[in-house]
């Protein structure tokens, strides 16, 4: 500990900035991560584990209908030849390939336990085999003929390809998902019939664009089925651009069970969520009360998926119980889509769906160009060769006795028969069960027959008009295999509309409907409180605080607070914090900045309120548009610094009555005060100096009302207040005698401040 590192004898220490060694190391991992494990190929849709899996399979014969092996075997020779990783992420890679609700169209046949939709694992790699599948036989088909680049391995003792032949569109088709450094992908699986019919398009208009393939490509196929009901806009912007999502929907129908009632089934589920822990989800909320219009969930499935949700009632109505539960579970699911891939198996770049299969299609074009050129070499090489045994056929004698004599017969018999080298080693190579096989006309015949491909073949390198008729007729064998019409290549997944609901509604829908009552302290703590509960005195606060509003209301509604800012804010009551402590400081559920709150009440709809400054100033609002729906709120009253909001209260009559800090009260008809949406309002009140304390509406038949801090309400009859009657802005004269010392028209029995809340229901 703390001793230098001493350099060897003669070694030499070079100093290094911590910044530059730090940023040159990351680089060169963010590359290795970008290039060599996150991001798969554009051409053949693969990351370099899968390429490899599928590489070294091929390499221990499994094909498609051949005897499977233990996947414990694949993933040693994987491991061991081509990727210096752990065994377990190997397996893992594997597993994923032969999961039909994970792949569209699996590149592995599994047989054993390769886990399942709930989210069990796989058995260990010694209890499972595997072989490949005719997908990946495609992907694989040609790799001998030198149709791909191939690189050494990590240790130089062999080589692996660079990227597959890929017959078969699989970066779109099967999809792929990685996070790499500072970059991601995620591309949903497709079906391969619509990409062929695209590819086809593609092949005829080399220019067309994203846009015009959706003709072809309606969207994502998943494995496991589901319903998209993003709009065909929202669609057609993600594939145009290469980013984007897709909503998706679990797929449900609605069974009678007899005498009224009835149960949802669930038949599909959206892509990658495990069925168990949806299940424990779904239960989860229903203990806590918040799907009150479901009873009960049953996983009733056995091959396949049949999740039973029992609604509370007969009464509820289906399709807003399916919204509640979309709203709150992963029955809803939100699957990206980002085409970030690797062009040409370098470049990182985002495209839209036709430049990805434009990608596929360059690459077939290059792989079927390659391919030929090596046949066409390979029959070169046959002619010479046919051309060497025509000679031996037509001078055998002659040719076995040179043989026979000569020391070294190979220069002898190309210079007597004027023989190349490649036709003197092939006839001296030959054994001698095949001498009774020469025939000059079998020999003729091949000879023909290769000439014939021969020009055929180059025909087709010269032509790209012919290239790409063959490509075309390729694809339409891929699509033909993996048509509409065929089990595996039926489209899974369909496209639909989630049917418009009032949010309110749904809202209600997830909050269980029970009485509370909310209560606000003097420092702008809120909490609700179960049931009506008309004696507070056993309310406790904390220290230096009390009871400024209270007033009843059920879970479902909306609180609806007035800031002394002059803004209305509204809160979800099924949010607010329950009674057992102290509650929440009201700012943590709306941006109240420095303003203090003026009144509470809950949100009944269709009210009017009387809006009231200190300045003095007023009017009335509809309460309808007093909803704030943001965290900001609505500003509805106007100010100006220092002026801030006073009063509020619910027109219920046709009189206002206002009193100021100097204790004088006016009386005034309310028609002199106009109705607005959003103002500064006109003088309700004159003062000298202080201002508004303040304001009420009452009825000239019931008198005016207030409540001491007692608890006492004091009514005085029309005849009693006509000193008090003026007109909107008289200075008015001092309160009656008895009025509150803490001049407000309500006061609430612990000795809090009264306001809106307490007679609010």
């Known amino acids: 500990m703390g001793k230098r590192l001493i350099p060897p004898d003669k070694g030499q220490v070079e100093e290094v900035a911590l910044r530059e060694a730090l940023e040159e190391r990351y680089l060169a991992y963010a590359l290795s991560t970008i290039m060599n494990r996150a991001l798969p190929d554009a051409r053949d849709g693969l990351k370099p584990v899968h390429r490899r899996i599928l590489y070294g399979m091929r390499l221990l014969r499994l094909d498609p209908g051949s005897a499977f092996k233990k996947s414990a075997k694949v993933v040693g020779d994987v491991m061991g030849n081509f990727h210096p990783h752990g065994d377990q992420a190997i397996y893992d890679a594997l597993v994923r390939l032969a999961q ?143 980013r984007g999502s897709f909503r998706v929907r679990a797929r449900w129908k609605q069974e009678d069970t007899g005498r009224g009632t009835y149960v949802i089934v669930i038949s599909e589920m959206p892509w990658l969520v495990q069925k168990s822990r949806l299940v424990e989800k779904l239960a989860e909320l229903i203990n806590e009360k918040k799907l009150p219009l479901v009873a009960d969930v049953r996983d009733e499935s056995a091959e396949d998926i049949r999740l039973v949700i029992e609604p509370r009632s007969r009464s509820v109505d289906a399709e807003l119980l399916m919204e509640s539960l979309f709203k709150l579970t992963e029955l809803e699911n939100r699957i990206p889509l980002n085409m970030n891939v690797l062009v040409k198996g370098r470049i990182p770049q985002v495209l839209g769906l036709a430049e990805v299969l434009r990608e596929w299609l360059d690459h077939r074009r290059e792989v079927l160009v390659r391919r030929s050129k090596h046949r066409l070499a390979e029959i070169e090489h046959r002619l010479e060769v046919l051309g060497g045994y025509l000679v031996a056929y037509l001078n055998l004698d002659k040719v076995i006795k040179i043989i026979r004599k000569e020391d070294e017969p190979k220069p002898v018999l190309m210079k007597t028969f004027k023989l190349s080298d490649v036709q003197a080693d092939a006839i001296l190579n030959m054994r001698l069960r095949n001498l009774r096989k020469l025939e000059e006309m079998e020999i003729r015949a091949e000879d023909k027959a290769l000439r014939e491909e021969r020009t055929k073949l180059k025909s087709l390198i010269g032509s790209p008009a012919q290239q790409w008729k063959t490509i075309a007729g390729q694809i339409k064998q891929i699509k033909e295999t993996f048509g509409p019409k065929t089990a595996i290549g039926k489209r899974r997944t369909t496209f639909g509309i989630a049917p418009s609901h009032d949010e309110a509604a749904i809202e209600e829908a997830m909050v269980v409907r029970e009485p509370i009552t909310v209560v606000v302290s003097e420092k702008g703590w809120i909490r609700a409180l179960r049931g009506h509960v008309s004696d507070l005195s056993g309310v406790a606060f904390k220290t230096d605080d009390a009871l400024k509003f209270a007033f009843p209301t059920e879970t479902t509604a909306k609180v609806m607070i007035f800031g002394s800012n002059g803004r209305f804010y509204t809160i979800e009551a099924s949010k607010l914090p329950g009674g057992r402590g102290h509650g929440e400081p009201v700012r943590l559920f709306i941006d109240l900045e420095d303003a203090d709150v003026v009144a509470a009440l809950a949100y009944q709809g269709g009210r009017k309120f009387l809006v009231a400054s200190q300045g003095g100033n007023g009017f009335v609002v509809a309460e309808d548009e007093c909803l704030g729906t ?87 009859p029309m005849k009693e207040l006509k000193d008090w009657r003026g007109n909107r802005a008289d200075a008015g004269r001092i309160a009656p005698k008895g009025f509150p010392k803490n001049n407000t028209f309500r006061s609430l029995p612990s000795g809090g401040k009264g306001g809106e809340g307490d007679d609010a229901d």
């Open 100 to 242: 039909d609700f994970a792949q569209r169209y699996p590149l592995v046949d599994g047989q054993g336990n390769f886990g399942n939709i709930d989210g069990d694992n796989a058995a260990a790699m010694r209890y499972t085999e595997a072989r490949l599948t005719e997908v990946a036989r495609l992907l694989i088909d040609g790799i001998d003929e030198d149709t791909v680049d191939f690189r050494a391995t990590y240790d130089g003792t062999s080589e692996e390809p660079v990227v597959l032949p890929a017959a078969f569109p699989n970066l779109l088709a099967n999809g792929s998902q990685g996070i790499a450094v500072g970059m991601a992908t995620s591309i949903p699986p497709h079906n391969a019939a619509e990409l062929c019919d695209a590819a086809l398009f593609l092949i005829d208009n080399p220019k067309a664009r994203s846009r015009t393939l959706l003709k072809y490509v309606k969207g994502p196929d998943f494995p496991t089925g589901g319903v998209i009901v993003d709009t065909p806009e929202t669609i057609a912007e993600a594939y145009n651009t290469g």
């Open 630 to 716: 943001t965290r900001k709120g609505k500003q509805v009253l106007n100010l100006k610094a220092p002026d801030k909001a006073r009063a509020m209260t619910t027109v219920d009559g046709e009189l206002a009555a206002a009193i100021g800090a100097n204790r004088k009260m006016v009386i005034f008809p309310l028609n002199q005060v106009p109705e607005m949406a959003r103002g500064r309002g006109v003088r309700l009140q004159r003062y000298k100096e202080k201002g508004l304390s303040d304001v009420t509406t009452f009825t000239a038949d019931t008198g005016l009302s207030w409540t001491d801090a007692a608890g006492r309400s004091f009514t005085l």
